[in-house]
């Protein structure tokens, strides 16, 4: 249950369940005892749920619960039938389990463990299902070229054949789940934060639009105050919708007012900073160019 239960969200086990059902029930007419998908407790529990949302037609006879599928419930079992063989959810889904199986082992005290062990193991089950041999593999591969796992590779598979977490792939479990996409995402933003931050280098130059720059300098509460400000300011400039910008102005406004502490506390204005860098950034290229133009322009930097 414990595997099961952290892995489906609630509408997904439903769709499991509507899948077990309509495997059992070929016709319309036939009703099926629920304590035969996982227990009892379980069966009863999703059935009462299932009812409520017009999916099966349930009968309660001497002690037991019987439930016919609906032409909605068949709706739904399809649904969940087309993601569990959707590759674009199979494909992630295969690097968090690796990822998760990884941690587990090292924990336990095995270094680097098989790679395809994983397939004797529950953490290699998606939505109820076996990840093949090949899926592992795959994701083996990838998480190899990211710098999340390290191990022994060979010519005939694309990923170590024995493997074990890098750094990196230990901060993806603890801070992202084992989930990549995330993981991914927080490191951009985090990377975007840090050249934002370093922008006010005395005397430095910037080039607008390229595809990176940092300059390693630190920067005082003061300057960081100064800069919040300069992003404060260009907001109503940049085209954003109303909705991010004034989340975005909401995160900027609690980070001035933590630098504004004698002891600001970095992490609140690391996590503010980053939130609103991330608003920033999702209304795209030429939004995020803009600002560090207006912040380039603030600092007296040039900008090509």
């Not at 037609?57 to 649904?79: H, M, N, S």
Request: with cysteine; proline share 4%; charged share 25%.
């Amino acid at each position: 249950m414990g595997r099961w239960a952290r892995t489906l969200d609630r509408e997904t086990e439903l769709g499991a369940f509507m899948a077990w059902l309509e495997e059992r029930t070929p016709g319309n007419r036939e009703f099926i005892d629920v304590e035969g998908f996982r227990g009892r407790e379980i069966g009863f529990d999703l059935v009462k749920e299932s009812e409520a949302y017009g999916l099966v037609e349930v009968v309660l006879t001497f002690g037991r619960c019987i439930a016919r599928i609906l032409p909605p419930g068949r709706r739904l079992a399809a649904q969940y039938r087309q993601r569990l063989k959707d590759p674009r959810w199979r494909i992630p889904a295969a690097r968090t389990s690796l990822l998760l199986w990884l941690y587990r082992q090292d924990l336990e005290g095995v270094e680097y463990p098989v790679t395809s062990d994983i397939l004797r193991d529950d953490e290699s089950l998606y939505l109820g299902e076996r990840l093949t041999e090949t899926e592992i593999d795959r994701a083996a591969g990838y998480l190899y070229e990211k710098g999340l796992i390290e191990g022994t590779t060979t010519g005939e598979t694309r990923g170590p054949v024995r493997a074990r977490l890098t750094a990196q792939g230990q901060e993806c479990v603890e801070r992202n789940d084992g989930d990549v996409v995330a993981y991914q995402r927080d490191q951009r933003r985090a990377a975007t934060v840090n050249n934002i931050g370093t922008i006010n280098n005395h005397g430095g130059a910037l080039a607008v639009g390229s595809s990176g720059f940092t300059q390693n300098v630190g920067i005082d509460p003061t300057t960081l105050a100064q800069l919040v400000q300069t992003m404060l300011d260009s907001l109503d400039t940049l085209r954003m919708t109303d909705a991010a910008r004034t989340e975005a102005r909401t995160e900027l406004e609690a980070v001035a007012q933590e630098l504004e502490q004698t002891d600001p506390e970095e992490a609140r204005v690391n996590t503010g900073l980053g939130r609103a860098v991330q608003y920033v950034m999702d209304a795209g290229q030429p939004v995020v160019t803009a600002l560090l133009m207006q912040i380039a322009r603030a600092g007296g930097l040039p900008t090509a």
